[in-house]
């Protein structure tokens, strides 16, 4: 059975995970099996079986999540997107996680974005630790908390998502419309 101080343990896991910076991730290129060895030796979900494949990451790549390998190859900028979207895959659709990263990254850098994400995740893990109880005598209560917050963050954060799909589409017909009256 799980014990709170297990739970806490993986809380401080995950934290500790967030301590890789951007310039902390591989400098050079890796091909697809090195990808998927490196991704392997994070946890992003509590199964052990929730890992990134190579049909995910091709399909990323359709998706327009992840830009296409150069040569077969993957740079350090595609490392810092899978872990970001493997994280976020966890409560968003490939289509809102996609929408998410490509609205925010436009503006700025994916380094800058990638160590936001990274202190983003170890923060939200603190704050959730610190609100679990010492002892074990209230798990269900917790865990009704917290699948009560994450349901609400949800529908919250589909709601922003809506608004950031409705501003690109916006900005599409924009764009299509000065390229029609240059003409």
Do not use: W
């Amino acid at each position: 059975m799980l014990h709170m101080d297990q739970i806490k343990s993986l809380i401080n896991g995950l934290i500790d995970q967030t301590s890789l910076t951007y310039d902390r991730l591989p400098d050079i290129d890796l091909y697809m099996d090195q990808v998927i060895e490196y991704l392997s030796r994070s946890s992003f979900s509590a199964r052990e079986n929730d890992k990134i494949s190579p049909a995910m990451i091709n399909n990323y790549i359709k998706d327009g999540l992840l830009p296409r390998a150069n040569d077969k190859k993957y740079s350090r900028e595609h490392l810092a997107c899978l872990l970001m979207i493997a994280r976020l895959k966890q409560t968003l659709s490939v289509k809102d996680t996609g929408l998410l990263l490509k609205s925010d990254i436009a503006d700025g850098s994916i380094e800058d974005y990638f160590n936001g994400f990274q202190h983003l995740v170890a923060e939200t893990a603190r704050s959730v630790g610190d609100s679990l109880p010492d002892d074990d005598s209230a798990l269900s209560s917790v865990a009704l908390r917290l699948a009560v917050s994450g349901y609400i963050s949800r529908i919250v954060c589909e709601l922003i998502l809506n608004k950031l799909e409705e501003r690109s589409q916006n900005e599409k017909t924009e764009e299509k419309c000065d390229s029609e009256r240059e003409s």
